[in-house]
């Protein structure tokens, strides 16, 4: 045998499984990604867009650090942290803590700050998201390569949003609705902004930590039947949280939203 041995063949085609069930679901595939993409979103779908995926994403830095915690190879453990500090704080861009710019989002679309980072009102299929992200992420009983998978993966391999037209969230949010900077700021860094058909070069190096995690331990049939099947619910949940802010919040006689 020269290089490639039967597991790392096997590691292979399940990472390449992963990927492909990601990018066959990618977010344009919901309606409500194709709707707010086209120009056509109204204030109050905006607004509860910001509402419902606002308590995810305040979740996400904790999901990445439970992942962490149970991680024993310090180099793999250390980019995670990496990745979570800037997240927190945007030390390493000479920036801002990066959930903070979507409260800007948020408020360029006349919510409060504090209707934002208090909204109680959560549907259950954004419950049910927040769940089993915790639920993957943070449970010591479960491992944590379902995490890996189901939740960071997920997240950092997305495919940009972008349409037909190759428009991208940002140009969308900039041009079409005619935000201010502050208002599309998070949309220049997060899965949105692309170059070429690339999403930005931090999350294409997150999306590489994942693979090398799951490379690294995800290594028996039945750890990867686990993980396989925790993505296979956590994008079912999430298209059910797309679909349902979409249903709940868009009313299409009303007028597309306009700064
Ligand atoms: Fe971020």
């Given at each position: ?9 096997e590691n292979a085609t399940f990472v390449s499984q992963l ?229 709940r919040f868009y009313d299409p006689t009303e007028p597309p939203?306009?700064?």
């Amino acid at each position: 045998m020269l290089s490639t041995s039967g597991s790392d063949l096997e590691n292979a085609t399940f990472v390449s499984q992963l990927n492909e069930m990601i990018s066959s679901r990618k977010k344009m595939t919901n309606v409500l990604y194709q709707v707010i993409l086209a120009g056509k979103a109204p204030r109050k779908l905006l607004k509860h867009f910001v509402l419902q995926r606002y308590p995810i994403k305040n979740f996400w830095t904790r999901n990445i650090l439970g992942i962490a915690a149970r991680l024993d190879d310090y180099r793999l453990r250390s980019e995670l942290i990496e990745n979570i500090y800037e997240e927190e704080t945007g030390a390493l861009t000479k920036t801002r803590r990066h959930l903070e710019t979507f409260v800007d989002f948020g408020v360029c679309l006349g919510l409060s700050r504090a209707d934002i980072v208090a909204c109680r009102d959560l549907l259950p299929e954004t419950e049910a998201v927040i769940e089993h992200n915790v639920g993957t992420c943070n449970r010591s009983d479960i491992d944590f390569t379902q995490g890996v998978a189901s939740v960071l993966l997920l997240m950092e391999g997305q495919p940009p949003i972008v349409n037909r037209d190759g428009l991208s969230m940002e140009s969308v949010m900039r041009d079409v609705y005619r935000l201010p900077p502050k208002g599309y700021e998070y949309f220049s860094v997060h899965a949105s902004a692309t170059e070429g058909q690339k999403v930005s070069e931090i999350e294409e190096d997150h999306a590489s930590t994942a693979r090398e995690i799951l490379t690294r331990y995800c290594t028996s049939d039945e750890l990867r039947s686990k993980a396989i099947a925790a993505l296979e619910r956590a994008i079912n949940l999430r298209h059910a949280h797309f679909s349902a802010i979409y249903e709940r919040f868009y009313d299409p006689t009303e007028p597309p939203f306009r700064v």
